[in-house]
Every structure is written in C-alpha cells, then in structure tokens.
C-alpha cells in the first residue's frame, strides 16, 4: 500500500528565509511518480513538480527546487528567499505505475506561513 | 477559459436533502476524478472515470453515485446527506489514467450540511 508522510503540520517563517518541506514515502512499486501540489487561501489545488522514481535528478525552477533521494524515499521541497505568497498549504502526493490507474496518495499536507 | 471548472462553488443544505456537482473540463482530458477534503484538509481520492467508464471506486458509499454523461463531464450526486459529508470536493482531469498524468484541479466546492 503506497503512504505519504509530511511530518511538519504547520511551518512559519520570515519573508526571505528559506524554508524545506519535508515529505517521505512509502511504495512497494519500483516505478512511481511523485507530486508536489499548492493550495494559496484561495482554495484552488496547483500543480508545481512531477518526479519519476528512475530520474533522481533534483530539479530547481526560479526560488523552487526539489531534492528526490531514493534511499531515504523522501522527496524534499525547498523555497528560498520565501514571500508572503508562498503562503498556502502544500501537498506531496505518489502515484505508482501498477494498477493504481493514476490514482494519487496525498500526505496531510505542511501550511506554510510567510510573515513579513 | 477555466481549465476544469465545478459548480456550485459553495453548497449549503440540511441533512436528508439530495445535492448534485457538475464538474466539467476543457482540457481534452480522457481521465476525470473526484477527491474529498475534509475539515483537516486531508485529500482523499473517490472516484475516477476513464472515457466514461468507472476505474476506481475508492469503498465510498453507494449515497455516493458518480456520473459522466461523456469524457469531459463528471458530476457527483449524493443521496440523503449526512452531517459527516461536510467537505471540499474537488474535481479533477488527467490526459490519460498513467500515473504519470499530473492532476488538473477545479477550484472545489465547498459542502455544508446543516
């Protein structure tokens, strides 16, 4: 059965510090797809990453990046310079590639509060 | 152009009444799905429909009955609300039913039940 843990349930930082969402996995699959999604106060879910099991490059797009490291099956999320829009709740999700039909497996999600 | 838009937006009814959400994509997407958020906002999958055909059906109860009358439309009708359905639905689409597909969220609809 696949499982996704975000331990940290609340966060709170101040606008320009950098901030690390934390996510681990768990898959008996050995291909699946891993997911990062936003929701600002709006309520509205946004995608942000898609990450392969077989591709354990980090990815980094604008103050974004992204650490996927198998042998902890974790896979991290990192803003640096953080904003007051940054604000919102975000989710890490899985997918696996066998018989789950793209179903994800969301964790319980780390809202994250940018002060100014 | 909303990409997957839902309505209504908000939803509020007495217990024992019969709601229906529609739910419709533009996206050409052949996948559509339904997930619940509850009051911690934890998501959890429902249903999907692949080219109107039901793919998963996640041990919801059957007060719960999905419908799509074709591949962009997937509406949701629920039979004699209970206090406990009280939630967000969201509405998602997919290109295709691969899990390697990211999501396309609507905006939720947020159910009350008095």
């Known amino acids: 059965a696949q499982k996704v843990t975000q331990a940290q349930t609340e966060i709170s930082v101040v606008e320009k510090e950098d901030v690390t969402l934390d996510c681990v996995y768990e898959t008996r699959d050995t291909t699946y797809y891993l997911f990062w999604y936003k929701q600002p106060p709006s309520g509205e879910l946004v995608f942000l990453i898609r990450?392969?099991?077989?591709?354990?490059q980090n990815e980094i797009s604008g103050r974004y990046s992204w650490n996927f490291q198998k042998s902890t099956s974790s896979f991290n999320f990192t803003i640096t310079a953080s904003q007051v829009v940054d604000s919102a709740v975000y989710f890490c999700a899985l997918s696996e590639a066998w018989a789950s039909y793209g179903k994800l497996t969301f964790g319980q999600g780390t809202i994250l509060t940018v002060h100014p | 152009d909303t990409a997957v838009s839902q309505t209504p937006k908000y939803l509020v009814t007495q217990m024992g009444n019969d709601k229906s959400i529609k739910c419709e994509q533009n996206?050409?997407?052949?996948?559509m799905y339904w997930y619940k958020q509850d009051s911690k906002k934890f998501l959890k999958i429902m249903f999907s429909y692949n080219n109107k055909e039901l793919i998963i059906n996640e041990t919801v109860p059957n007060r719960f009955s999905p419908k799509s009358p074709d591949k962009a439309h997937l509406n949701l009708h629920i039979n004699s609300l209970e206090l406990g359905d009280s939630a967000v639905y969201f509405c998602?689409?997919?290109?295709?039913?691969?899990?390697?597909?990211?999501?396309?969220f609507g905006d939720g609809t947020r159910l009350s039940i008095l």
């Open positions: 996206l050409g997407h052949d996948t």
């Open positions: 990450r392969n099991s077989f591709d354990e």
């Open positions: 998602a689409s997919s290109q295709e039913q691969d899990s390697n597909q990211p999501q396309h």
